[in-house]
């Protein structure tokens, strides 16, 4: 059986592991635009930060071991242009050498992840313009960082975020431009006005409610232009959002979301025999929503990667589906969220309540307790759990862990009052941060 595997990171590696564990005659051939294979992504803000001392260091497998030890077929600069299904090929152009390639397949995976948004601005082609997903892209950036002051942020997202931190602390002025109202759109408003708090206390200039227009320079980008303003800049990041990789699918009758994401059933198959899809090119079903969604995640590509691989070798193990979970650092504060936020739940029109607590993370009377503010949203009629939000100092990450364990098992408010939570002072409250949350909200319904 020969495995062909489009995509040399997250999901493709993943799923190229478990065949060669669950096939010991596979032929696995992978195909990987870029040189470098098997690398954390989510590591990378944080090397430009210098709080991880290399880009070396979030690489988890070379290429070199993928072909060595497990005996992988791993081609890099392989920039894959076509699919045909009927004759179960794939062709591309090898970058750098003008040659072109076809190999044909008997199961094929597309694990081509997502590419950073670029749009159509004037101005976008100017040197000090930066996008940041890959490597390569992250060690561009630090090179062209050590000879500037000034910092823009196109975007206030989780990498926008990010990136304002690490640029932040290793010395240079940041300003965010945002085209929303507010920071972090998946965060409720009331949630998100403390990311907003944090920003101005950490000087991180920031312009919400302005939409850019273009950027100006002579060779280099000197400022950008908004609906509202002009504003000097030394570098530009670009950090909008991400759209899958799938423009090379056209015309092969594969199904796709309007953005481009492959859709995939709980097997990873897309419409077409013998092709699955996995990781930020493709779908990813949602529980509480009970269809598919597109929340992109390492975490995720991870797991949808791990199962096609079971799948292709002739398995059956179905992907249950997310809840919708993610954390992120923005200087001393923890952003967890989990599930439906407000506006998810009233484009949904489901009837739903909230409840907020205001706790800290350990016992009240043991130094170094942090605060956190916790937010669920419940459907009115049965108490079922529908989302939770958490933004605090230590211990953001553990609730928001309970929230997407109970929401994963379709729990109500109330079942909350039952988990035997762990319990020491140095660590929680003898009723934790959740529970009493949901043992006021009893309270006053009973």
Known sequence: MHYVIIGGDA?????????????????????????????????????????VFSTTDVIARSVEMFRTKYKIDAKIGHEVTKVNPVNQTVTGNVLGSGESFEIKYDRLLVATGASSVVPDWEG?????????????????????????EHVTIIGGGYIGLEMAENIK????????????EQLMPILDPEMADMLHQKAKEKQVELKLNEEVRS????????????????????????????????????????????NGAIIVNEYMETSIPYIY?????????NRIKQKNDYIPLGTTANKQGRLA??????????????????????????????????????????????????????????P??????????????????????????????????????????????????????????????????????AKRNFDKNK
């Not at 602390?169 to 929303?180: F, N, S, T, W």
């Not at 691989?309 to 001393?332: A, C, D, R, Y």
């Not at 988990?419 to 949350?437: R, T």
Request: proline fraction near 4%; include cysteine; aromatic fraction near 8%.
């Open 11 to 51: 999901a493709g590696m993943s799923a190229a592991m478990e065949i060669v564990r669950n096939d010991p005659d596979a032929q696995i051939t992978t195909l990987e635009k870029g040189n470098i294979y098997s690398y954390g992504q989510c590591g990378l803000p944080y090397v430009v930060g210098k709080k």
């Open 124 to 148: 976008t082609q100017l040197d000090g313009i930066h996008t940041f997903k890959t490597i390569p892209q992250t060690e561009a950036l630090i090179a062209d960082l050590k000879e500037v």
């Open 169 to 180: 602390e290793i010395g240079k002025e940041v300003r965010i431009i945002q085209r929303g």
């Open 215 to 258: 950027f100006t320079g002579k060779g280099r980008v000197q400022s950008v232009v908004t609906d509202k303003g002009t504003y000097s800049t030394d570098l530009v990041l670009l950090a909008i959002g991400i759209k899958p990789s799938t423009f090379f699918l056209k015309n092969t009758g594969i199904e796709t979301l309007s």
């Open 277 to 285: 899809a996995a990781g930020d090119c493709a779908t990813h079903y």
């Open 309 to 366: 691989g079971f799948n292709m070798v002739g398995n059956k193990i179905p992907f249950k589906g997310i809840v919708g979970t993610s954390i992120m650092k923005f200087f001393e504060l923890s952003i967890g969220r989990t599930g439906l936020s407000e506006k998810e739940v009233k484009e949904l029109d489901i009837p739903f309540e909230t409840s907020t607590l205001e706790a800290t993370d350990i016992a009240g009377y043991y």
């Open 368 to 437: 170094g307790k942090e605060l956190m503010t916790i937010k669920l949203l419940h459907r009115k009629e049965d108490q079922l759990l529908l989302g939770g939000q958490i933004v605090g100092g230590h211990g953001v990450d553990k609730r928001t862990d309970v929230l997407a364990t109970a929401l994963y098992h379709s729990m109500k408010l109330p079942d909350l009052l039952d988990l035997d939570l762990a319990y020491a002072p140095p660590f929680n409250g003898v009723w934790d941060p959740i529970q009493q949350l």
